[in-house]
């Protein structure tokens, strides 16, 4: 079966930097892509990886191995707006998306 | 950017009632929208894929008289929840590609959320 893994809370602090990782089997692969959702809200898109490497995007960077099915998101800088959730997708072969069940990231000051 | 609207953002109705939410594309056409449904600390269940002009395509274990899609044009597609039971309860969100992204694997935009309340 298809299956995307990612932790389901994390807890850091304003001014420094975390790590979210998102590990995946799909029937193929057509993308991966990092959303955050605020609570109560619809989630809105960060970013988008389909080959290997690093992403950077201002504070937020995004990682994929797609040998290793893995893929993390990096978060610097850290503000109290950045508590959210974060939800990994994957594209799978026939372009469907599978949804991770979301990373909880709380901020304490 | 591409921007989605979606209405109403909150509703309550009582059991037994239909209720009826809007999908809108503001600034793209969309042929297909996408329906999620979320219940509290769960990811998104796609729950129907909105075809314009077409059937929409349901997704294994959602019921297709329960939850009535309707995508009239190429910039509005309705989700109408047929004899609301209190387990219906649920965040309910609509989404779209902008095609003018590009291919089939460009980011999801998605409308801010319906948030129905069946008593």
């Known amino acids: 079966g298809q299956n995307i893994d990612q932790p389901t809370e994390m807890t850091a602090t304003e001014g420094a930097i975390v790590q979210i990782n998102c590990t995946y089997q799909?029937?193929?692969?057509?993308?991966l892509f990092w959303y955050q959702q605020h609570a109560g809200e619809a989630p809105t898109f960060l970013s988008y990886?389909?080959l290997d490497g690093l992403e950077e995007k201002g504070r937020f960077s995004s990682f994929l191995s797609r040998s290793k099915g893995y893929s993390y998101l990096l978060l610097k800088e850290l503000q109290m707006k950045d508590s959210a959730s974060y939800l990994c997708?994957?594209?799978?072969?026939?372009?469907?998306?599978?949804w991770g069940a979301g990373t909880k990231l709380i901020i304490k000051p | 950017g591409a921007v989605v609207s979606q209405h109403p953002s909150r509703v309550i109705c009582k059991s037994g009632t239909s209720v009826k939410i809007e999908c809108r594309s503001l600034?793209?056409?969309?042929?297909?929208m996408f329906w999620y449904r979320q219940f509290p600390k769960q990811s998104l269940m796609l729950m129907a894929t909105?075809?314009?002009?077409?059937?929409?395509?349901?997704e294994q274990g959602v019921e297709k008289d329960k939850f009535l899609i309707n995508h009239a044009s190429l910039t509005l597609s309705t989700l109408t929840v047929t004899s609301a039971h209190p387990e219906d309860s649920s965040f309910y969100i609509c989404?779209?590609?902008?095609?003018?992204?590009?291919?089939?694997?460009?980011?999801?935009?998605f409308g801010n959320g319906t948030r129905l309340t069946v008593t």
């Open positions: 989404s779209a590609r902008d095609p003018g992204q590009g291919e089939d694997n460009s980011p999801l935009h």
């Open positions: 600034d793209f056409q969309a042929t297909t």
């Open positions: 909105s075809n314009e002009g077409s059937k929409a395509t349901y």
């Open positions: 799909t029937s193929g692969f057509n993308g």
């Open positions: 990886n389909v």
């Open positions: 997708a994957v594209m799978d072969s026939n372009y469907q998306l599978i």
